[in-house]
């Protein structure tokens, strides 16, 4: 057992990398990133996790049921994604998908490589605008971006090993399944902290600004969740800034990319 220890620390070592995924932008987000796992394996066991979200969907009948949502989402990151390239040059090339599921639930959600999720509780209970919600998609796809899930699962390898144990332990398949296991825990359970959700939020404001969404939409469809959250709030709300903090920032930031919005408009 020190022997696979010793094997697994030494791979954490050697395959530790400081990056930085994204150019700052407008808005200037600039923070390198410390990465222990390849973006292709992330990338690899996202879609795996992916898939299996969707086949359940669709097992259940709640896959894409609404055409009118399915062309809203698709049309808003069809805007989208080419203004990725301001951020990194490779990203408008990722092969981007987005699908909605019918659930209640207000939450959407990208994971690495331009999967995504928006559920229709958000689209019908919000009353989205394209604004609004091309600044909810805006926001997601800044996580995917920045590698987010990339820098978390980078985290829970650094604490406990896990990922870098059971690969040496087990073998490079098994490992394959722990990562995707990991992809799915940082996806759906564990929060963003909230430098990711304050880069997030800033990435997104100037990407829907450049394709011609209003940034200003983003104060208001985070008021509207505010609104709609009661005593306890929405899962999607849980793990983000204090709302204060958030509104606050985002004001700044939408601000600071108007520029951007009207010359998109022209």
């Not at 990208?110 to 998609?137: H, N």
């Not at 398949?173 to 800033?202: C, I, W, Y």
């Not at 469809?221 to 958030?246: D, I």
Request: aromatic letters at 4%.
């Amino acid at each position: 057992m020190r022997a696979v220890l010793i094997l697994a620390l030494t791979f954490t070592v050697v395959a530790c990398e400081t990056v930085q995924t994204t150019q700052p932008g407008a808005v200037g987000v600039e923070r390198r990133q410390t990465m222990l796992v390849s973006d292709q394996e992330i990338s690899q066991a996202a879609a795996q996790e992916y898939g299996k979200v969707l086949a359940d969907a669709k097992g259940k009948g709640k896959l894409d049921r609404n055409p009118q949502h399915v062309h809203r989402v698709r049309t808003i990151l069809s805007r989208l994604t080419p203004h990725t390239a301001a951020f990194r040059p490779d990203a408008p090339k990722w092969p981007w998908e987005i699908h909605v599921i019918e659930d209640p639930q207000l939450n959407a959600w990208a994971m690495p490589g331009g999967k995504m999720v928006v559920y229709s509780g958000l689209i019908d209970k919000l009353q989205l605008t394209d604004d609004e919600l091309a600044a909810i998609m805006g926001h997601e796809i800044a996580h995917s971006l920045r590698e987010h899930a990339r820098e978390r699962v980078s985290q829970e390898m650094a604490t406990g090993l896990a990922v870098g144990v059971a690969g040496a332990a087990l073998g490079l398949g098994d490992m394959g399944q722990q990562l995707a296991g990991a992809v799915a825990k940082v996806t759906f359970s564990l929060p963003h902290n909230r430098t990711q959700e304050t880069e997030a939020d800033r990435l997104g404001v100037e990407l829907a600004a450049r394709a011609g969404y209003d940034p200003h939409a983003a104060v208001i469809v985070w008021q509207k969740m505010l609104q709609a959250s009661g005593s306890g709030g929405p899962q999607f709300l849980s793990t983000h800034p204090s709302p204060e903090t958030r509104l606050a920032d985002l004001r700044v930031y939408a601000d600071r990319v108007v520029p951007l919005y009207q010359q998109a408009r022209r």
